[in-house]
């Protein structure tokens, strides 16, 4: 892979997507398009952006993009801004992408997403998914991870840390698509499904997640 594209390389799932490439000697080129500076790489390439106004760009042609942008409703202040993080600027860039000739997308979503869900977050989901279908990517994956399992976050979230300490304790008679699942194994996914870049659309639900 001559260059891979990388969105959201500074959120818990986009770190190790990010140091999983930089580490992968089958990866040429990462560029990782970020609002704050990332740790400098030899073969990192780090535009500081604003994806209010992304810019045109001949970084955009790559052979594969990986997705991990999101944020939270409470983060983001608003239903309207949080939809302008999950599904706005991940539909940006995937559209500079993709007239730049980018053939191969695959995006972190979530277990449930559905553009018809009464949830939020899930309907948003469900909705950036779709909108991403119509694009044309030669090869689409959507990974659905259940509740993610990264060690401590930058910032607070009780109902995660909750629900973690539940699903760890109850693991065992847990189902696995609804287990919750480690960060470096949802990046593992996302790697893979570029590297095998299939054709058409695919989904990989989180039983399907190999955290070996």
Request: proline letters at 7%.
């Amino acid at each position: 892979m001559k260059r891979l594209l990388i969105l959201g390389a500074t959120g818990l799932v986009g770190q190790h997507v990010l140091a999983q490439a930089l580490g992968d000697p089958s990866v040429a080129q990462v560029v990782a398009p970020t609002r704050r500076t990332l740790t400098p790489h030899p073969k990192l390439l780090n535009p500081i952006v604003d994806f209010k106004a992304l810019p045109q760009t001949d970084w955009w042609a790559a052979d594969a993009v990986v997705c991990c942008l999101g944020t939270t409703l409470k983060l983001a202040g608003s239903p309207s801004a949080f939809r302008e993080v999950d599904h706005d600027h991940v539909l940006a860039a995937a559209r500079l992408a993709r007239a730049a000739g980018t053939p191969t997308f695959a995006l972190n979503s979530s277990l449930g997403a559905s553009a018809g869900s009464g949830n939020l977050y899930l309907r948003t989901k469900g909705e950036t998914e779709d909108d991403l279908a119509a694009l044309g990517f030669a090869s689409l994956t959507l990974v659905r991870p259940s509740l993610l399992d990264g060690g401590p976050r930058p910032d607070t979230r009780p109902g995660e840390a909750v629900g973690l300490w539940l699903s760890r304790l109850a693991r065992p008679l847990i189902p696995s698509r609804y287990r919750a699942v480690r960060t470096d194994a949802v990046a593992r996914a996302l790697l893979q499904a570029v590297r095998q870049a299939k054709p058409g659309r695919w989904r990989v639900d989180n039983a399907e997640i190999s955290e070996a």
